[in-house]
């Protein structure tokens, strides 16, 4: 076994969990799978963004070029080189040999041999039957769910637009139910968190023939879910319910939201505003916003929190100072007691 083929590893192999102080909720053991284009090992990980990336074991950095290094950090991956250590990690999809790669960067090229080389091998030896042939890395790095329904329903916030696997008041929460062990029944849909708004289709997505076609018939502009605030947005691209969103729980099952693309998704463009989704108080009264609902502000800055907390509460900056001040008066305290 060659030393690239020891780097790849099977990660199946592994029996990882996640520490107390990772910034993710999907549990290591449950983020093993493989590809189902080429039936490569891979591990999932929550990216910086909300979405999740496939990622091969650790590679020496100075081997891989800039644009293919990421990192994790607290569970977390990052795009670049972790600066406190001297190996790095590739997305699966950039060396996927189910995968053309028209402009594969030369340090990479025995990385996606190796790879081909066990693809064919499995299949060969009837191990391994591939799901299809994609045609872009992008399939391979946010592969859609397994079960969808036959309305899907596009979310949007500011320019990110991410579709689901059914229609909004079908989305079911992923954490695990901490009294039956098995997923969460509740939804996450709530109508006062959003409104239909059209959205403006990326004309860089919608390309060939297939996506002139699209363009032509929404004229570049489809109808999405459009969430209220950023608070929101992160409790629906988690797909949590609301008792579920600050829980530690971890994710029964994968996040099943994936970004939007026109040509994958056009058998759920709608072009018509879709109707019975109106807010459970809507009124003819203006309403005046006048900041987050039972938000409390630092009893000693502007900063405020929406979290239920004590009277007197301090933000994490006023709170440090606060500390600070303590360390000092004691100090000056303890020298005057010990003249």
């Given at each position: 076994m060659t030393r690239l083929e020891r780097i790849l590893g099977d990660p199946m192999t592994r029996n990882l969990y996640l520490h107390r102080s990772n910034q993710t909720k999907m549990l290591r053991r449950d983020a093993k799978a493989r590809c189902k284009f080429c039936g490569t090992s891979i591990e999932f990980f929550d990216r910086y963004d909300g979405t999740r990336i496939p990622l091969t074991p650790e590679f020496p950095a100075d081997s891989v070029p800039p644009r293919l290094r990421w990192h994790v950090d607290c569970g977390v991956a990052f795009p670049g080189r972790d600066p406190r250590a001297a190996y790095c990690r590739i997305p699966h999809p950039a060396v996927c040999p189910a995968v053309d790669h028209?402009?594969?960067?030369?340090?990479?090229?025995?990385?996606?041999?190796?790879?081909?080389?066990?693809?064919?091998?499995?299949?060969?030896?009837?191990?391994?039957?591939?799901?299809?042939?994609?045609?872009?890395?992008?399939?391979?790095?946010?592969?859609?769910?397994?079960?969808?329904?036959?309305?899907?329903?596009?979310?949007?916030?500011?320019?990110?637009?991410?579709?689901?696997?059914?229609?909004?008041?079908?989305?079911?929460?992923?954490?695990?139910?901490?009294?039956?062990?098995?997923?969460?029944?509740?939804?996450?849909?709530?109508?006062?968190?959003?409104?239909?708004?059209?959205?403006?289709?990326?004309?860089?997505?919608?390309?060939?023939?297939?996506?002139?076609?699209?363009?032509?018939?929404?004229?570049?502009?489809v109808w999405a879910w459009h969430l209220v605030d950023f608070h929101v947005a992160r409790r629906w691209w988690s797909q949590r319910c609301e008792a579920h969103f600050e829980s530690s729980r971890p994710d029964a099952v994968s996040n099943e939201f994936v970004p939007f693309h026109p040509v994958r998704h056009d058998a759920y463009l709608l072009t018509e505003r879709p109707h019975g989704y109106e807010p459970q108080n809507a009124s003819n009264k203006i309403v005046i916003h006048e900041g987050p609902k039972g938000s409390t502000k630092c009893a000693r800055c502007t900063n405020s929190t929406g979290r239920a907390v004590e009277e007197g509460w301090l933000c994490w900056q006023c709170e440090r100072a606060e500390q600070r001040r303590a360390r000092v008066h004691r100090r000056w305290a303890n020298a005057q007691l010990g003249r």
């Open positions: 028209p402009d594969l960067p030369d340090q990479v090229v025995d990385v996606v041999r190796v790879l081909a080389r066990r693809m064919n091998q499995a299949i060969s030896n009837g191990e391994f039957v591939p799901y299809e042939e994609p045609s872009t890395e992008q399939e391979v790095e946010h592969p859609g769910p397994e079960q969808t329904e036959q309305v899907r329903h596009i979310v949007a916030y500011y320019g990110v637009l991410r579709i689901g696997p059914c229609a909004i008041e079908d989305l079911q929460c992923i954490a695990e139910d901490q009294r039956t062990g098995e997923r969460c029944e509740d939804g996450v849909y709530n109508a006062d968190q959003g409104r239909w708004e059209e959205v403006d289709i990326d004309p860089q997505q919608a390309t060939g023939r297939q996506g002139q076609l699209v363009l032509d018939v929404t004229q570049g502009r």
